[in-house]
């Protein structure tokens, strides 16, 4: 078979992620290989520690990378947190909570959800509420939940938890970089997120964050595998269900004993590194005020082309907007032209939206002023030879006059 290099078409990915990478990760993925213990390696990891404990807003040592997508991040964290038997809540708002209910069923957990409409989030007293019913060990919840373009709030679960002795964890995969987010002054035990949303790089590597305490109860199951076991070494009754993703061993490969466990994947690391360079280099509130400056003019450019958003948007994540699909559009039609005269992607959704609602992000790299006027320039186009009356340039005039609203301030 005859193939050729790889050479993908020129695309603006203003979906709900992934995005275009930042041409500084990309350039930092090609760089040469190194050994997994070269000392230059080793560095690496080291630095990579603690720039994610800036984006992360953490002091956490346990601040490091799960080799694979953000559900990587997401069964790592769930895997080595829960026993069979242990009670879970996962409170559900969109797609991504479903995900969490199943993976949390297949760690043998008894899985309690309670479940609000999608485009809404939970009060905290109706969550704290739940704690009390149910006593759980952990409480899984998303932060930003892409399918739905919502942030539960977090800021009064952590204390809430900590009330009632329950451990806190939350995905993190859209909402961490574009969004206010506090590890540690918030209280969350163990966060997860991926490179492919606001930090700018490609899918493939799942930054973590555990604080002491989810450390010792992951510690409490350590496990070392025969084969580089020393004498003394921990063998646990109780391991770990998976040996990838048994984040007592991982951690140790990250510490001071470099004990050897997986080859950690060195492209995807520099690339996450430099991922978390760009952010810290911006400043965390720099970027969160990026993404909600473009994020906010995007919703006043879909509000000017007459579209309705979807969603509580006293919620809504600066990163990204759904709106309704006008009366009489096919929405996977539209979007296919979108992409094929203009090359900009924007997103469908899951589940109980897909055909009525699109998303469309701002994020990332792609969190700019070209980008948002560029895609409400082109979907204006799509959606009036589609048929639908919509004001001449009154998507790019209503995202323009936002900026200069926001620059007047
Ligand atoms: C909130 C959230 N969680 C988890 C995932 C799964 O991420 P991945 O596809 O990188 O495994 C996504 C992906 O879009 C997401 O948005």
Redesign the pocket.
Known sequence: MHTQPINPPQRLLMG??PINADPRVLRAMSAQLVGQYDPAMTAYMTETMELYRGVFRTANEATLLVDG???AG?EAALVSLIEPGDRVLVPIFGR?GH?LREIAERCGAEVHVREVEWGTVFPAAVLERAIEGIRPKLLAI?H???STTVAQPLDELGAICARHGVLLYT?A??SLGGNEFETDAWGIDVVTA?L?KCLGGP?GSAPITLSPRAVSIVNERKSIEAGIRAPGDRVSAHPIRSNYFDLAMILDYWGPKRLNHHTEATSMLYGARECARLLVEEGLPAAVERHRLHGSAMVRGLRGLGLTLFGDQAVRMNNVAGVLIPDGIDGDAARAVLLADYGIEIGTSFGPLHGKVWRVGTMGYNARRDTVLLTLAALEQVLRRGGVAIPAGGGVDAALDHYASEQAA
Request: hydrophobic letters at 30%; glycine letters at 16%.
């Open positions: 709900p992620g997508t953000s559900r997401i991504f995900l998303v930003g939940e892409t995905d995969t859209a991926g492919q899918s």
